[in-house]
């Protein structure tokens, strides 16, 4: 029975749609659909394809769901053999490269280079031959690799039939298959959920699920394809750039880097280093440096190759940011809270360009999921200023029988049990105020800017004054004398004086700000607001039980007891009992104003209001009920625009966002 020609002519047009919509997704980053369309356009050609079979063909978008498991890779050789780069580590070297090569081709004027990032993957040849990927392999040796076809045609990014009319009879073209940040994540978490292999890092999560046996599993993976190049060539003639080149393999279909540039010096190269370094961190992917590679397609060839690496190109690599080193031994930091965190100790090496001897092990079930042991050699990252991380343990390394972590049971800072709270991976001391850890920490979240905001209080000051005996609780900060303060080191009369002064004006707050000095576990800015704003008196919030507190905005189960258990503590009671006994106070004209008159309301705050800080004006907003945002959207109610106001101010006319000057601010907080 013939299939109908309308079938043949809508599953066509399915198929042209969809690959369309996947070129402009994957390719140009300008997606005309939703993904719900998207989805709804590719199940109805899965329908009929489904009902009438016949019409399934091999570079039908339906057709990356993967294949049977396969029982090896075959060996394949390359049409050209797959090279090396040749590295550069620092500027100098990268200016020989250069001065190489132009003595090398006679050139006394500077060099055109075409840079992109060095994504941090596994490298892939693809093979079309009109039009249609026939095969793709992995680099392996450079000359032989392994046919992983079927993995790789279940990747959205790689082009099954290339695009246009005059495509060349056969063309190889190389790139990288990698993972992003975020798939990366999911992935672990997926793999951790179900039980299975945890990977290390995007490289090799990427690379693990190219080499898969069973490509439907390849096809469950959130793998991306970018192309930095072309090896074979046949039938047509390539653009005579580089840059040009890359352009024209974007047209016929391959995704190219988004950050790839066109340079007219060696000086331009280093420049654009630096500036992918700095960048580094907020990219979506791992890098681990920058290819550079001559424009001049001609000059190419006259250049030639050495063995293993052309001499037209050269990758300029960042500093590391995972190494090996050795696990020395597991130390317990005392957090503010109580919270005790493993500290891997290290024998020190170079991460990113600093020199690393510590690194966070985050808890207990990161200890026993990781398997890592005391001796181990470790796998260490660092990524910009994220404090470093053990990664992995290098189990292929590990000699004899080593020594797993163990959690203490007494407070390493003060000898108190330690306990954990159920369903919580976190571990905590008891000893509350009698800990040193957590006295110095709570001080010093009490003195800081969104808290009490006592300026001049810093974190080494308290520490000087904790350690020298002078405060052993936040209430002793207001029984300081000018004589104690200025016997510290490096504080004179004047300094001590200065502090003295903003420890009287401190004790003028407001009462969400107090809460939030207490230092309540979990209680952060805006749950001290909420809780201000819903009872709005300290003794109402000090006697609420669990269920009255669950019913403030932001106050879950978990906070709510929390709360409960901080002030069910008599200790705790009695500190901000003495507290308000040195005169900490807010005005009753201020808890009476925290009303609702501005409830429903969302301002954003740019630019400088004369006599009120940023966070002072938001406070003033959010006492009286409004919400204050950091981004403008047709749901804000005003902008308020102080002297100097950024881009917000500019999104606001554009959105036709109502837009209040310092007068129009202060007539909301006089209505």
């Not at 046996?213 to 959130?222: E, G, H, N, Q, V």
Request: hydrophobic share 40%; proline share 4%; with cysteine.
């Amino acid at each position: 029975m013939s299939v109908p020609r309308s079938i043949i002519v809508e599953v066509q047009q399915l198929r042209e749609q969809l690959v369309e919509h996947n070129y402009r997704y994957h390719v140009l980053d300008a997606p005309v659909v939703t993904d719900q369309e998207y989805d709804r356009l590719f199940r109805r050609l899965q329908q009929l394809e489904n009902e009438h079979p016949e019409l399934v063909t091999p570079d039908s978008p339906s057709q990356r769901v993967g294949a049977e498991p396969a029982s090896e890779f075959e060996s394949v050789r390359h049409e050209v053999a797959m090279l090396s780069l040749d590295n550069a580590f620092d500027d100098d070297e990268m200016l020989a490269f250069d001065r190489r090569l132009r003595d090398g081709l006679d050139q006394q004027q500077a060099l055109a280079y075409v840079a992109e990032p060095k994504l941090d993957g596994l490298a892939l040849s693809l093979l079309y031959e009109g039009g249609e990927l026939v095969r793709a392999a992995t680099r392996g040796d450079g000359r032989q690799g392994e046919n992983i076809t079927a993995n790789a045609r279940t990747i959205d990014s790689i082009p099954l039939r290339l695009r246009g009319d005059q495509l060349p009879a056969r063309i190889e073209v190389r790139g990288e298959v990698y993972m992003d940040h975020a798939g990366f994540a999911a992935l672990n978490e997926a793999q951790r959920q179900a039980g299975g292999k945890v990977f290390a890092n995007p490289r090799n999560a990427a690379a693990g699920s190219l080499r898969l046996l069973d490509s439907r599993i390849t096809a469950a993976r959130p793998l991306t394809f970018c192309s930095y190049g072309v090896g074979l060539c046949e039938g047509t003639e390539l653009p005579g750039g580089q840059y040009e080149q890359m352009l024209y393999l974007r047209e016929i279909g391959f995704p190219i880097s988004r950050q790839i540039e066109r340079l007219d010096s060696i000086e331009d190269c280093i420049e654009y280093y630096r500036r992918m370094l700095d960048r580094r961190d907020a990219l979506a992917f791992d890098i681990d440096g920058v290819v550079f590679k001559l424009d001049d397609r001609r000059l190419q060839q006259q250049a030639g190759f050495v063995s293993r690496a052309p001499r037209w190109a050269i990758a300029y690599k960042f500093p590391a940011q995972e190494v090996m080193t050795r696990l020395l031994a597991v130390d317990f930091q005392v957090g503010r809270t109580g919270a005790l965190t493993p500290v891997a100790r290290l024998d020190p090496v170079a991460v990113g360009g600093v020199m690393v001897s510590n690194a966070t092990l985050h808890n207990m079930d990161e200890i026993e999921r990781k398997d890592v042991r005391i001796g181990d050699s470790v796998i260490v990252r660092r990524a910009g200023d994220v404090i470093p991380e053990v990664v992995a343990p290098v189990i292929e390394r590990r000699e004899g029988r080593l020594r797993r972590p163990r959690m203490p049971a007494r407070c390493p800072v003060c000898d108190s049990e330690v306990v954990q709270q159920p369903g919580q991976a976190v571990h905590r001391c008891t000893g509350g105020l009698v800990c040193a850890a957590q006295r110095k920490e709570a001080i010093k979240h009490y003195a800081s800017r969104k808290a009490m905001d006592i300026e001049g209080l810093g974190d080494k000051l308290v520490e000087q004054m904790v350690e020298a005996g002078m405060i052993d609780a936040v209430d002793d900060l207001y029984e300081l004398s000018l004589e104690q303060i200025a016997g510290l080191e490096r504080m004179a009369e004047k300094s001590a004086q200065n502090l003295l002064d903003a420890l009287q004006r401190s004790k003028r707050t407001t009462l969400a700000r107090f809460i939030y000095a207490l230092g309540v576990r979990e209680v952060g800015e805006a749950t001290a607001e909420a809780l201000a704003a819903h009872y709005a008196d300290l003794r109402a919030i000090m006697d609420a039980d669990i269920d009255s507190l669950q019913q403030v905005e932001d106050v879950g189960p978990v906070v709510a007891e929390n709360i409960r258990h901080f002030f069910d503590q008599q200790q705790n009671r009695a500190a901000v009992a003495r507290l308000l006994e040195h005169g900490v106070y807010w005005p009753a004209e201020e808890r009476q104003r925290s009303d609702s008159s501005l409830e429903g309301h969302t301002y954003v705050i740019t630019g400088t209001l004369d006599g009120y800080s940023r966070d002072e004006a938001a406070r003033l907003l959010k006492a009286r009920g409004a919400k204050v945002s950091g981004s403008v959207s047709g749901k804000t109610s005003a902008v308020i625009a102080g002297e100097n106001p950024g881009s917000k101010l500019a999104r606001a006319e554009t959105l036709g966002v109502e837009v209040l000057d310092q007068a129009g601010f202060e007539a909301l907080l006089d209505d």
